[in-house]
């Protein structure tokens, strides 16, 4: 690959044989190691507060050696509606902000999010992050 990020074997003009060769050799690789610790505390029966904070032991794949804090809510104050918004620091994005909303019904649960990358608001933003998930629970 061009970027060294990986091995990238061209099957043109590859014999059976040397097909064969390659395959007995195991593969193997690292998974990224994080260190993880978060709490959270629920402030009445819609709305709760979580606080995260993380590290990496490399620079690999997803994984980051810099600290990183997260603080971030839900509202479920309208029941079919939750509110979400955070705020992380540090790790390899710098300052990020985070919100999203959902619409629950019965047991499908539409949710999606947007987070600003490399900044708290649009303007100081660095790239933008948007995420879209469907669920039936």
């Not at 091995?7 to 097909?19: G, M, V």
């Not at 705020?87 to 047991?107: E, K, N, P, Q």
């Amino acid at each position: 690959l061009p970027d060294d990020s990986g091995f990238l074997i061209p099957s043109k003009d590859i014999t059976d044989e040397q097909l064969k060769e390659i395959s007995k050799e195991p593969f193997t690789t690292r998974y990224p190691s994080i260190f993880r610790l978060g709490v959270s505390r629920y402030y009445s029966e819609d709305m709760v507060i979580s606080m995260d904070l993380s590290t990496g032991f490399s620079s690999l794949s997803s994984s980051y050696s810099s600290w990183m804090m997260s603080l971030g809510t839900e509202i479920t104050r309208f029941k079919h509606v939750p509110i979400r918004f955070g705020v992380a620091l540090g790790g390899d994005r710098g300052a990020s902000f985070s919100m999203g909303t959902g619409l629950w019904i019965r047991h499908i649960h539409l949710d999606a999010g947007l987070t600003y990358r490399g900044g708290l608001t649009a303007n100081s933003a660095k790239g933008i992050g948007v995420g879209v998930s469907l669920s039936i629970n």
